[in-house]
């Protein structure tokens, strides 16, 4: 049996796998696989009846398969894309942001009456929404407060 | 009924073979596996107690993942050890006698199908091919560059756009990848003496979150193990970018062996 190489058989029994050449058949994935019928992917109960001399009927529950069903394959793949992810997050950042501003603009709108006193709390978001189409961070306190105070400079 | 043991049967040989004395192997009881033969054909099984192996406890035990390791490891050990050096069939986990005799009586009856079961497989081993998409390498979609744009005013549809053309994108690879796998099991099967594909696999079990598109089995004369591993290189890299192949085995043929099922009976 030695001539059938390229496997180094035979001769020797120990029962370590082969080494060199090919890649190890030892993934207990396909191990099973092979071993266990037709295979690990089917989920459920395998029934092991060969023969009909009398035998022990087994059925095998397979644990790790039980978690395949849940998901089809390829379906949820993507939603551990980092980009789309990433454009998850900003979606929520940016709704927090509008509902933020949306309060203080209402905030300011009840306040609409009121003079001088209140206008650092109140004025300030609803100019920096006048002048800038976009909510943007840092700026927008600075742009205001800036305006703010020019604006107090000149008052009469 | 009570008995001291039962007989695990781990493949069945040519008994003209000079075939390694699997007496110096362990089973998956830590048993030593020995011999039966019957009329030119050989058993090789071993004694299991049935306190681990009657149908309740061997339940039980395949419930936990530990032993069903060990006793599988165990039971490919002692069949590639056979299948490498004599003609064997590799029977499947668990395939339980309540006695020799059972197995021997197994043997006579069906003695031309394993027969030729064993003529099938001679000097033959089984190769597998797994093929994965691959999203690492995936070239950058025209899509995906949107994602810097900020859309005005409307970043919600933009989002569901998004998310859309992503989803169509990875939907488009994932096609050209299966048809690709279809491809290569192809060329493989003409190749092979025999191909069969098995289930794909999920990303729990293989460990690799790329989705599997191929799966295939192929058996192979060993004189021409090197021109499959060779055609198999050529395949791979004509398909690199979009799919990831590779290579187990070889394995001893257990895909490819049908046991002859019953003579009527069931």
């Given at each position: 049996?030695?001539?059938?190489?390229?496997?180094?058989?035979?001769?020797?029994?120990?029962?370590?796998?082969?080494?060199?050449?090919?890649?190890?058949?030892?993934?207990?994935?396909?191990?099973?696989?092979?071993?266990?019928?037709?295979?690990?992917?089917?989920?459920?109960?395998?029934?092991?009846?060969?023969?009909?001399?009398?035998?022990?009927?087994?059925k095998i529950r397979l644990l790790i398969a039980s978690v395949d069903r849940a998901r089809e394959m390829g379906i949820d793949w993507w939603e551990h894309d980092p980009s789309l992810s990433s454009g998850q997050r900003d979606l929520a950042l940016e709704n927090r942001r509008l509902r933020e501003r949306l309060g203080e603009l209402e905030a300011a709108r009840t306040d609409a009456a009121t003079e001088d006193g209140s206008r650092t709390g109140t004025e300030r978001p609803a100019r920096s929404a006048a002048t800038r189409p976009k909510p943007t961070r840092s700026g927008t306190t600075g742009t205001s407060g800036t305006s703010a105070s020019r604006r107090k400079g000149t008052a009469p | 009924m009570?008995?001291?043991?039962?007989?695990?049967?781990?493949?069945?040989?040519?008994?003209?073979?000079?075939?390694?004395?699997?007496?110096?192997?362990?089973?998956?009881?830590?048993?030593?596996?020995?011999?039966?033969?019957?009329?030119?054909?050989?058993?090789?099984?071993?004694?299991?107690?049935?306190?681990?192996?009657?149908?309740?406890?061997?339940?039980?035990?395949?419930?936990?993942?530990?032993?069903?390791?060990?006793?599988?490891?165990?039971?490919?050990?002692?069949?590639?050890?056979?299948?490498?050096?004599s003609h064997a069939l590799p029977l499947r986990f668990a395939t339980l006698y309540h006695d020799d005799q059972r197995v021997l009586d197994l043997l006579q009856q069906h003695r031309r199908a394993f027969q030729a079961a064993l003529e099938r497989i001679a000097g033959r081993m089984e190769w597998g091919v797994k093929g994965y998409l691959d999203t690492a390498h995936r070239p950058p979609d025209e899509d995906a560059d949107s994602t810097g744009t900020p859309s005005p005013g409307r970043p919600g549809t933009a989002y569901l756009?998004?998310?859309?053309?992503?989803?169509?994108?990875?939907?488009?690879?994932?096609?050209?990848?299966?048809?690709?796998?279809?491809?290569?099991?192809?060329?493989?099967?003409?190749?092979?003496?025999?191909?069969?594909?098995?289930?794909?696999?999920?990303?729990?079990?293989?460990?690799?979150?790329?989705?599997?598109?191929?799966?295939?089995?192929?058996?192979?004369?060993?004189?021409?193990?090197?021109?499959?591993?060779?055609?198999?290189?050529?395949?791979?890299?004509?398909?690199?970018?979009?799919?990831?192949?590779?290579?187990?085995?070889?394995?001893?043929?257990?895909?490819?062996?049908?046991?002859?099922?019953?003579?009527?009976?069931?």
């Amino acid at each position: 049996m030695s001539d059938l190489s390229p496997w180094p058989t035979s001769g020797s029994l120990s029962a370590t796998p082969r080494t060199g050449g090919p890649p190890q058949p030892a993934n207990l994935a396909d191990l099973l696989e092979r071993v266990l019928d037709k295979g690990i992917v089917i989920a459920g109960d395998i029934r092991i009846n060969l023969l009909d001399i009398e035998l022990l009927t087994i059925k095998i529950r397979l644990l790790i398969a039980s978690v395949d069903r849940a998901r089809e394959m390829g379906i949820d793949w993507w939603e551990h894309d980092p980009s789309l992810s990433s454009g998850q997050r900003d979606l929520a950042l940016e709704n927090r942001r509008l509902r933020e501003r949306l309060g203080e603009l209402e905030a300011a709108r009840t306040d609409a009456a009121t003079e001088d006193g209140s206008r650092t709390g109140t004025e300030r978001p609803a100019r920096s929404a006048a002048t800038r189409p976009k909510p943007t961070r840092s700026g927008t306190t600075g742009t205001s407060g800036t305006s703010a105070s020019r604006r107090k400079g000149t008052a009469p | 009924m009570t008995r001291d043991a039962y007989t695990w049967l781990y493949a069945i040989a040519s008994a003209a073979d000079d075939r390694p004395d699997p007496g110096r192997l362990s089973g998956v009881a830590g048993e030593r596996p020995r011999l039966l033969t019957s009329e030119g054909l050989a058993a090789v099984v071993g004694s299991v107690p049935p306190s681990d192996f009657d149908a309740t406890a061997l339940q039980q035990h395949l419930q936990d993942p530990a032993w069903l390791e060990a006793a599988v490891r165990a039971h490919h050990r002692v069949v590639d050890v056979l299948a490498q050096s004599s003609h064997a069939l590799p029977l499947r986990f668990a395939t339980l006698y309540h006695d020799d005799q059972r197995v021997l009586d197994l043997l006579q009856q069906h003695r031309r199908a394993f027969q030729a079961a064993l003529e099938r497989i001679a000097g033959r081993m089984e190769w597998g091919v797994k093929g994965y998409l691959d999203t690492a390498h995936r070239p950058p979609d025209e899509d995906a560059d949107s994602t810097g744009t900020p859309s005005p005013g409307r970043p919600g549809t933009a989002y569901l756009l998004r998310r859309r053309a992503a989803r169509d994108q990875a939907g488009r690879a994932l096609d050209d990848a299966a048809e690709r796998a279809g491809q290569i099991h192809r060329r493989l099967a003409e190749y092979a003496d025999e191909a069969t594909e098995h289930p794909l696999q999920s990303a729990e079990m293989t460990a690799v979150r790329d989705p599997m598109v191929l799966n295939g089995a192929y058996l192979v004369g060993r004189g021409r193990a090197q021109g499959f591993t060779d055609l198999l290189a050529d395949l791979r890299q004509a398909h690199a970018p979009a799919l990831r192949v590779e290579l187990t085995g070889p394995w001893p043929p257990y895909s490819f062996v049908e046991l002859p099922t019953t003579d009527g009976g069931r």
